[in-house]
C-alpha cells in the first residue's frame, strides 16, 4: 500500500479504487488507515468496499482521515429469507449505524440491491428501495438483475431455488 500511493501521487491518479471488500474487518484495519492518512499527502481520494454494519463513528473518523471519500455497499435486500438463501446476513440497526457515521463525516455511499433473489418478491424489492431512500442513499443506488453465474452455489442449484438463467451472458 505505500508503494501504491507514492506511485499514485507522483502519477497524479485522480482516484484510487481499493478492490478490498473486507478492508473493514482486517485485524490490522487501524494500523492500515493510519499508514494510508500518513502517506496520503496530496490527499487523493480512495473508494473502496464494506459492510456498513461494521462501520462505527471512530471507524468513519479513521477512513475519512485515510482519504477515503467514498464507499461500496452490497446491501442485496433487506428481506432476511433472501439473504440467507445468499449465505449473507444483515442487521439493519448496526447497518443504519455505519450509514449515519459515514454520512457524518462526507464520505459518500453507493448502495447495490439485486432484483432477483430467491425469496424476493416485488413487494420485497420495493420495501429494499424504499429503505435506501429512506437513508438518503437513493442518488447513488444501484439495482442489479440477479445473474447465475456459471460455478456459483445459484447457477448449481437453480433448478431447486425456481431460477431460470440463460445459458450466455448475462445469464
Known amino acids: ?11 497524479q491518479v485522480a482516484e484510487i479504487y481499493l478492490m478490498d471488500p473486507s478492508l473493514d ?8 488507515l493510519e499508514t494510508m492518512a500518513r502517506l496520503n499527502t496530496s490527499g487523493i481520494p480512495i473508494h473502496t468496499e464494506i459492510r456498513l454494519e461494521r462501520v462505527s463513528p471512530q471507524l468513519a473518523r479513521a477512513m475519512s482521515q485515510a482519504g477515503i471519500r467514498s464507499v ?3 446491501l442485496q435486500s433487506t428481506n432476511a429469507q433472501a439473504l ?3 449465505g449473507r446476513t ?15 463525516v462526507g464520505i459518500s455511499i453507493k448502495t447495490g440491491l439485486i432484483a ?5 418478491r416485488q413487494e420485497d424489492i420495493l420495501a429494499s428501495v424504499s ?15 440477479l445473474s447465475l453465474l456459471p460455478g456459483t452455489r ?3 442449484n437453480r433448478q431447486s431455488l425456481g431460477l431460470e438463467s440463460q445459458s450466455r451472458p448475462p445469464y
Not at 90 to 99: A, L, P, Q, S
Not at 116 to 120: A, K, Q, T, V
Open 116 to 120: 432477483g433473489l430467491p425469496h424476493d
Open 1 to 11: 500500500l505505500p508503494g501504491l500511493l507514492q506511485l499514485a501521487q507522483e502519477r
Open 72 to 74: 461500496e455497499a452490497g
Open 25 to 32: 474487518a482486517t485485524p490490522d484495519q487501524e494500523q492500515r
Open 84 to 86: 440467507s438463501a445468499c
Open 131 to 145: 429503505f435506501v431512500r429512506q437513508l438518503g442513499l437513493d442518488d447513488m443506488m444501484e439495482l442489479y438483475p
Open 90 to 104: 444483515w442487521n439493519k440497526e448496526r447497518f443504519v449505524t455505519g450509514v449515519r457515521a459515514l454520512q457524518d
Open 154 to 156: 445459484f447457477h448449481q
